[in-house]
Nanobody, 128 residues
Framework: QEQLVESGGGLVQPGDSLRLSCAAS????????WAWFRQTPGKEREFVAA???????HYANAVKGRFTLSRDIARNTVYLQMNSLRPDDAAVYYC??????????????????????WGRGTQVTVSS
């Protein structure tokens, strides 16, 4: 049974915006740290953004100021608003959750190994 399902990907032009959604089952949403990663062919999964239960948010330098992470607890959903998209933002975007009892410490939120629940990904293509 899937616990995380991403949606919202698509084909856009440079400068456009997209909002990705990560819908979680109730159990998965008990997680205290959520993140988005992205991956392109032949490259390792790259950290994009994370939010901890406290509401603290963390962003990769490459997306800081352009991407915004938010959550809707009532809908068990985490969102990634992506503005001013660039061709190098094109990737498969994955939602991830940490199911441990303690939140991922700030220094490790960017490590994919901290997350044990993953979605299947949604494709984002940025091209003119």
């Amino acid at each position: 049974q899937e616990q995380l399902v991403e949606s919202g990907g698509g084909l856009v032009q440079p400068g456009d915006s997209l909002r990705l959604s990560c819908a979680a089952s109730e159990r998965a949403f008990e997680s205290n740290t959520w993140a988005w990663f992205r991956q392109t062919p032949g490259k390792e999964r790259e950290f994009v953004a994370a939010i901890r239960w406290s509401g603290n948010k963390h962003y990769a330098n490459a997306v800081k100021g352009r991407f915004t992470l938010s959550r809707d607890i009532a809908r068990n959903t985490v969102y990634l608003q992506m503005n001013s998209l660039r061709p190098d933002d094109a990737a498969v975007y994955y939602c991830a959750a940490h199911s441990g009892s303690a939140a991922v410490i700030a220094g490790l939120v960017g490590s994919a190994g901290q997350y044990d629940v993953w979605g299947r990904g949604t494709q984002v293509t940025v091209s003119s």
